[in-house]
């Protein structure tokens, strides 16, 4: 009987852990912890859902999509707190307690997801629509300069962010050096297929309109003034 109450007990602990680990905030307490500014928000959906409204400056990272997921987590920083949400909370509770085992520290779901977001009239950014690049448009853009380098990213994507400082670091050691093309991955999809691009960033380096290199992911500054000074 003893050995029978101590299970009870153990299994009881375990559970109680459990459910402190994947423990949702309310969307009270969610938008509190996210109008500090430290915590990074991620939306597990899949991207389709994402572009048809997601909360303000939230990564994407689709839970559904394991390879992806495990790859665009992999630029999150562990120290600092994540709030991540989908359509209900149940997805993203799930990814929270997978988070919190790869070694995460603090991660908080949102209970009901974006519906109960919705249900209590917070706001939600929306993919504004416009055109897409035509083939002819990139074209033309690959031909702008002698040297151009095409940047395939898109805001919502933790890599690209990581990204983001290494062009801009780039732009100011090579002024006038090469011209640098930007294609949204969220909604220049003809030109991603034309290309080959099925992952996010991707950069290509032209020459006179002739493709010399290509990397898919995170690229170090260095090899990039290196590739563009060839």
Request: charged share 25%; glycine share 6%.
């Amino acid at each position: 009987m003893k050995k029978y109450f101590s299970c009870i007990l153990l299994f009881s602990i375990l559970c109680m852990g459990c459910s402190n680990a994947q423990d949702g905030l309310t969307v009270a307490a969610f938008e509190k912890r996210m109008l500090t500014g430290n915590a990074q928000l991620l939306d597990v959906r899949t991207a389709g859902e994402f572009q048809s409204g997601h909360l303000k400056n939230a990564l994407q990272a689709d839970w559904l999509n394991k390879e992806q997921f495990t790859d665009r987590i992999s630029y999150l920083d562990k120290n600092k707190p994540i709030l991540v949400y989908c359509a209900s909370g149940v997805r993203s509770a799930s990814a929270a307690k997978w988070l919190l085992a790869k070694g995460f520290t603090d991660v908080k779901n949102l209970n009901g997801g974006l519906t109960s977001w919705k249900l209590d009239n917070k706001p939600v950014d929306a993919e504004v629509e416009g055109a897409q690049m035509t083939a002819e448009t990139y074209s033309s853009l690959i031909l702008s300069g002698d040297v151009v380098l095409v940047d395939f990213g898109a805001e919502w994507c933790p890599p690209c962010k990581k990204m983001e400082p290494v062009l801009q670091q780039l732009q100011k050691e090579l002024p006038n050096k090469f011209q640098l093309v930007k294609v949204d991955g969220g909604l220049d999809i003809d030109v991603m297929k034309a290309q080959n691009v099925s992952a996010i960033p991707v950069f290509i380096i032209y020459k006179k309109g002739i493709e010399i290199w290509r990397k898919q992911g995170i690229v170090e500054l260095e090899v990039l003034k290196a590739k563009l000074s060839q």
